[in-house]
Structure formats: structure tokens, C-alpha cells
């Protein structure tokens, strides 16, 4: 895994197990407060979201590790788009 940053996101590559290949697939990560209103919307956690990260769905379905460990797995939404990512959004309790 490996990690790089632009002005407002920071994406991670994770390999996806494939029979063939194990592509790098970018997991999006924002600042909640940067990340895009359509996927800010999706929360339910009433004002104490710290992230927000967009999973592809070649990853859906998969434990990812990291985001369930500090400093990310404080209160953790997980929210399934209908073309089959995953938004999962992180806040402090």
C-alpha cells in the first residue's frame, strides 16, 4: 500500500486480488469537510465526522484493514452506492 496527496485528497492504492493480475485500485480518503456533498449527505453522524472515503467496487466486499485502526476507526459508517462503491465516513465519538 502506498500513499499519495494532492490539495484536498489523499488516495490509497491497495492490490486487488485478481485470478489473473493484482491491479492498484485508489481508495479516496478526504477531510470531511473537503470531501464532495453528495457522499457528506450520506452521514449520520450529527456533526462529528472527522473523514470520508470512497472505495471502488473492484474492493467492495473486503476487510480493509486500515480503516478500521487508529486514527481512523473511531465511529465508522459504511454506506453502499448503488453503481457498487463504498462510502465509508469516520468521526470522533
Not at 486480488?17 to 480518503?29: A, D, F, K, S
Amino acid at each position: 500500500m502506498y500513499q499519495t496527496a494532492s490539495d484536498d485528497c489523499v488516495w490509497y492504492s491497495c492490490e486487488a486480488q485478481g485470478e489473473e493480475m493484482t491491479p492498484r485500485i485508489p481508495i479516496l480518503v478526504w477531510p470531511f469537510e473537503t470531501s464532495p456533498p453528495e457522499y457528506k449527505a450520506l452521514s449520520n453522524h450529527g456533526g462529528d465526522e472527522d473523514w470520508l472515503a470512497l472505495v471502488p467496487v473492484e474492493l467492495t466486499g473486503r476487510y480493509i484493514a486500515w480503516l478500521d485502526s487508529a486514527p481512523f476507526g473511531n465511529d465508522v459508517s459504511v454506506h453502499p452506492l448503488p453503481d457498487g462503491r463504498t462510502v465509508y465516513i469516520g468521526a470522533h465519538a
